[in-house]
């Protein structure tokens, strides 16, 4: 059955998000499944359309962030997704987040096309109930903490209620069913360690940065915790 075009126009978008480098139109065929003439056509009218291609053939071609995907583009399973993702995050992260998604997702409803925008308002995907332990630390504070790679002094009680006093580099936050967990570098104890959100007793921020990289953090990491790298 053939593929519609705006479908294999998505595909090949989503194909070319994944290089970071040119990839040679041969190889971009072979993934989309398409002839080497089809895909000069395709990029083609996506440069048309405003996405920043650059390239040619027989060197290769490169996607520039910032283009924003038609809203034809979003599939039937994508919108389900991001309506369940919102209604999560709605459920599952802190005011500021959750109120932050649902944002995210009434701008993307606002531009969609009638049938699509009923899809979203008419998705019948719930999540449970919300978390029952409360934070006593600002959460979106340390959101900030990691995007701006700030040192954070921690006041922590572990499970027999003991109160230790940290200096931690944070760089992910993970949410769980129940709990959210802080991942940083511990100064105290020269390793990685996990501090459960609802456990941090008050924290400060400092205001220089740690001395290195949240990205470089991160990959030692996954590295250490054997944790897969998402897509």
């Given at each position: 059955m053939p593929v519609a075009r705006s479908e294999r126009l998505l595909t090949l978008l989503q194909t070319l998000r994944r290089y970071r480098r040119p990839v040679t139109g041969t190889v971009l065929a072979e993934e989309t499944g398409v002839s080497l003439r089809t895909l000069y056509r395709?990029?083609?009218s996506l440069q048309a359309q405003g996405a920043m291609i650059e390239g040619e053939a027989g060197i290769g071609y490169v996607l520039k962030p910032g283009f924003m995907l038609p809203p034809m583009m979003f599939s039937e399973e994508e919108l389900e997704a991001l309506v369940l993702g919102s209604r999560w995050v709605a459920r599952a992260a802190e005011p500021r987040l959750a109120g932050a998604g649902a944002d995210a997702l009434a701008k993307i409803a606002a531009v969609l096309p009638a049938d699509m925008r009923e899809m979203i308002d008419s998705a019948a995907l719930f999540v449970g109930p919300k978390r029952r332990?409360?934070?006593?630390?600002?959460?979106?504070a340390i959101r900030r903490a990691i995007r701006l790679e700030r040192i954070l002094e921690l006041h922590y009680g572990d499970e027999q209620g003991r109160i230790s006093r940290r200096r931690v580099w944070p760089f992910g936050l993970g949410y769980y069913e129940h709990v959210r967990?802080?991942?940083?570098?511990c100064e105290l104890r020269q390793d990685f360690r996990h501090f459960r959100t609802d456990r941090i007793i008050d924290m400060a921020l400092h205001e220089g940065r740690y001395p290195r990289r949240r990205t470089v953090l991160l990959k030692e990491w996954r590295e250490t915790q054997d944790v897969p790298i998402e897509n």
């Open positions: 395709d990029i083609a332990d409360e934070d006593k630390a600002d959460v979106s967990v802080l991942m940083a570098w």
